[in-house]
C-alpha cells in the first residue's frame, strides 16, 4: 500500500501504524510505512525499503 498523510505529522510511529490497521478490513497482508509526504520524500532517497515499495507496492488508497 502507498499511502501519506500530513495527519500524521507529530504522531508517533507506533501509533500511525495502529491508526492504519484500525482501518484495514481485509483478508490480504500488507506492510504499513506511514509517512507524512515530507518523510516519504525523504525516504525515497534515503531506504531502500521505500524504494522498493516505490517500485512493486499497489495503490491502495489515493
Given at each position: 500500500?502507498?499511502?501519506?498523510?500530513?495527519?500524521?505529522?507529530?504522531?508517533?510511529?507506533?501509533?500511525?501504524?495502529?491508526?492504519?490497521?484500525?482501518l484495514w478490513n481485509c483478508p490480504e497482508d500488507m506492510d504499513v510505512l506511514p509517512y507524512?509526504?515530507?518523510?516519504?520524500?525523504?525516504k525515497k532517497l534515503n531506504s531502500s525499503t521505500v524504494r522498493s515499495a516505490v517500485r512493486e507496492g499497489k495503490l491502495v488508497v489515493s
Open positions: 500500500m502507498k499511502q501519506n498523510s500530513s495527519h500524521f505529522a507529530g504522531v508517533r510511529w507506533h501509533d500511525r501504524m495502529v491508526q492504519i490497521l484500525k507524512t509526504p515530507e518523510e516519504f520524500e525523504d
